[in-house]
């Protein structure tokens, strides 16, 4: 079998690799993807790394990674390849329209114009409409990649118009191989950093690199944490304390259904490897005090929420109702040299 992932400078996803690997050298490349998977999963590397396949000079293999096409899509110079993301919040519809404009000029110096469309699941409804002409109607030489956390508000033409490419969380051993050979992460860190990925490979790297990614993290958690114990009138507060941006409130949300899933492993299993596992202290609380039922309401009110911030439904109200389901207790603070 050829290996194609040692030509693409990503970590893992080896089988979606292969599908446009060999969609290239059978020249059956599509007009449209749909590259979809949680945030930091590696959509917007597996999208450049695609950009650079397309306009790669090499005659051997593409990408090849040292030309000077791959170099300028590496570093977002490339004159053909273009990233567009919303502005604010959302996706525009003056985005799309002027995107559009582009597309119909030739490619300047590359093969294929290429043009990826981050976090399209902010996309406005409007900008969804906008794009399904441009789907329907391609352009020669043109190519479209969009990435989204999720699918499900979006358009079912949209959907239906896009190979879709779903990429999977990766194993935990293989991020911590990442970072400790590619980043040179101390393996302590490194590990830490893996289980708390969950999988996402990008997290990852980020969190190595800045440190506001764990304490951001921490304050997060605390503020869950916090919840449990406050009445109705200090989560109300909360409410309104965190609902005020929908970006970070999104990644919050996130962070708490890793949270509520290892709570709901631990009531169920001794043996079940947990990704916050520095907060392993609180979590047994929470496994051993509340109903396995009320932990899977607290899941299931988070990703209720979650889906909530991409529909016209009041960000307050929501963020109320989430706080209210969750569990009444009051968690005893670590020992002392012990985290979480």
């Known amino acids: ?189 490194a590990a830490l950093l893996a289980a708390l990925s969950g999988g996402r490979p990008g997290w990852a790297v980020r969190a190595a690199g800045d440190e506001t990614v764990l304490g951001k993290r921490s304050e997060w958690l605390k503020q869950l944490e916090d919840a449990l114990s406050m009445s109705r009138v200090g989560r109300f507060g909360l409410a309104e304390q965190i609902s005020k941006d929908k970006d970070t409130l999104r990644q919050m949300l996130e962070l708490w259904q890793s949270y509520w899933r290892d709570a709901l492993h631990m009531a169920n299993t001794t043996v079940t490897p947990i990704t916050n596992r520095d907060h392993d202290h609180a979590l047994r609380q929470i496994a051993t005090k509340v109903q396995v039922d009320d932990i899977l309401k607290a899941l299931n009110a988070v990703q209720r929420t979650a889906k909530y911030l991409d529909e016209n439904v009041n960000t307050r109200l929501s963020v109320e109702v989430l706080l209210l389901d969750l569990p009444r207790l009051r968690l005893n603070p670590a020992p002392p040299g012990m985290v979480g």
């Open 1 to 189: 079998m050829i290996d194609y992932t040692a030509d693409w400078q990503i970590t893992g996803h080896a089988w979606a690799v292969r599908h446009i690997a060999r969609s290239l050298s059978n020249d059956r490349i599509r007009h449209a993807y749909l590259i979809s998977g949680p945030a930091g999963i590696g959509k917007t590397t597996f999208a450049r790394n695609f950009a650079m396949a397309m306009n790669c000079l090499s005659k051997e293999k593409r990408p090849c990674g040292v030309c000077r096409a791959c170099q300028l899509i590496r570093e977002d110079h490339h004159a053909d390849v273009n990233i567009i993301q919303g502005e604010g919040e959302r996706l525009k519809v003056d985005q799309v329209r002027a995107l559009q404009a582009q597309l119909s000029m030739r490619p300047v110096e590359g093969r294929y114009r290429v043009v990826i469309l981050r976090r399209f699941h902010t996309a406005t409804a409007e900008a969804m409409d906008a794009l399904l002409k441009t789907l329907e109607e391609p352009a020669p030489a043109v190519l479209l990649l969009l990435t989204a956390d999720t699918t499900d508000n979006l358009l079912p033409t949209i959907r239906s118009r896009c190979q879709p490419i779903n990429l999977r969380l990766l194993p935990v051993p293989l991020v911590r191989k990442l970072l400790e050979e590619q980043h040179l992460i101390k393996p302590e860190q």
